[in-house]
């Protein structure tokens, strides 16, 4: 772990008491199950940066939508919606309204991370404007990243696709072979 992602860890720590508690949780903590639901649910091929933690916003505590906290950015995803990765210095503003957190980033775009209670919805707030805080403290802005989460199918060719799901196919299939000798 990096010494920024330890520094962002303490803030999510510090936050724990502003936030449900048993809704956010530290990358520490995180059981294989609930880390494979984050991923599927918030639909990531992967991550680049390190992982920080995960504040679970599903109905029923699946962690299948919510806000993966990493180093850089975050990602927010609501059921039912696309996942949309937010890098903590492209924030501009960020406000509370009716029990909704609202974030709008430098490039104009507008993201609605959700309906919560009051307490939490301030409580994110907080959060937020704690990691904004200590992202410009690095003062490394590194453009517009910010956006929605593409699926790699949309990031390369039908035929790059299948080429990889060959290769992927024949390494599987002889790892499988190595391990049966």
Known sequence: MTDKS???TDILRKHLKDI??????LKADMT???MSNVFKGLKLPMVYDEIIGFWDGSVFFTCKAGILFAENGCYISRMMDS??????????????????????LFNGAT??????????AKGLLSLFIDLEAFSKKFNQYTGNKSG???DIKDLITK???????????AASVACGGIGLT
């Open 83 to 104: 996942t949309y990765y937010v890098e903590y210095d492209e924030i501009r503003t960020h406000e509370v309204n009716d029990a909704k957190l609202i974030l709008v």
């Open 20 to 25: 449900e508690a048993n809704r956010l949780h």
């Open 32 to 34: 294989d199950k609930m």
């Open 6 to 8: 330890l520094q962002l």
């Open 159 to 169: 035929k790059e696709y299948d080429e990889c799901k060959k290769v992927i196919h």
């Open 111 to 120: 993201i609605d991370t959700g309906s919560f209670d009051v307490v939490t």
């Open 148 to 150: 929605p989460v593409k």
